[in-house]
Nanobody, 119 residues
Framework: QVYLVESGGGLVQSGESLRLSCSASGNIYSIYEWAWYRQAAGKERELVARMDLRDNVDRVENVKDRFTISRDKNGNMCYLQMNTLTPEDTAVYYC?????????????WGQGTQVTISS
């Protein structure tokens, strides 16, 4: 089991920055991929960025120049640095990990943190 807790969300103005953190506990050594998703009101949850243990990164097109995903080498923290925020970035942001244990894959989610950008 892996437990995830996000922090760092809040209300900021357009153009400002936020840094989200995701703290993992439990069987963290089974994690092989970290990701951030977001879900805006009335919309489906979407992938924002993900990173694997080789530090390969995928980001959706509309955040590539503004958001950076990173992780702690100790294996228990992941971050999402978000710059030049716009009202379109308003959403609940979720931390997600993929883990592998005894040949089976598992997916875990945090509870989410609200990010609100005012114009």
């Amino acid at each position: 089991q892996v437990y995830l807790v996000e922090s760092g969300g809040g209300l900021v103005q357009s153009g400002e920055s936020l840094r989200l953190s995701c703290s993992a506990s439990g069987n963290i050594y089974s994690i092989y991929e970290w990701a951030w998703y977001r879900q805006a009101a009335g919309k489906e949850r979407e992938l924002v960025a993900r990173m694997d243990l080789r530090d390969n990164v995928d980001r959706v097109e509309n955040v590539k120049d503004r958001f950076t995903i990173s992780r702690d080498k100790n294996g228990n923290m992941c971050y999402l640095q978000m710059n030049t925020l716009t009202p379109e970035d308003t959403a609940v942001y979720y931390c997600n990990v993929q883990s592998l244990r005894s040949g089976r894959g598992y997916t875990y989610w945090g509870q989410g943190t609200q990010v609100t950008i005012s114009s």
